[in-house]
Nanobody, 117 residues
Framework: QVQLVESGGGLVQPGGSLRLSCTAS????????MGWYRQAPGKQRELVAL???????NYAGSVQGRFTISRDNAKSTVYLQMDSLKPDDTAVYYC???????????WGQGTQVTVSS
């Protein structure tokens, strides 16, 4: 059974920081591209950051320079360090695991991030 379990969300003031974690089980973690997505109320889910199995990381333009994605294959965990948070970053953040061969895709349950004073 595949599970992606996110943690680390919460309420933070503008300018603050949070670190999200996503721990995977049931998959060969090191063989998966890992990503963080978010969905704000009334909006479509969007890619925030991607860290592939091999290669360079990618970020949405709105978070470039403020967010950092990293992974620890030994712990089957992907992280999202979020700094200089803004109210527009408020959303449910989802962890995603994607494999091209075979074509498999998994989602976590999501964790709420609220940026407000």
């Amino acid at each position: 059974q595949v599970q992606l379990v996110e943690s680390g969300g919460g309420l933070v003031q503008p300018g603050g920081s949070l670190r999200l974690s996503c721990t995977a089980s049931g998959i060969p973690f090191s063989l998966y591209d890992m990503g963080w997505y978010r969905q704000a109320p009334g909006k479509q889910r969007e890619l925030v950051a991607l860290i592939p199995m091999r290669g360079t990381t990618n970020y949405a333009g709105s978070v470039q320079g403020r967010f950092t994605i990293s992974r620890d294959n030994a712990k089957s965990t992907v992280y999202l360090q979020m700094d200089s948070l803004k109210p527009d970053d408020t959303a449910v953040y989802y962890c995603n695991a994607n494999s091209s061969i075979p074509a498999l895709n998994y989602w976590g349950q999501g964790t709420q991030v609220t940026v407000s004073s």
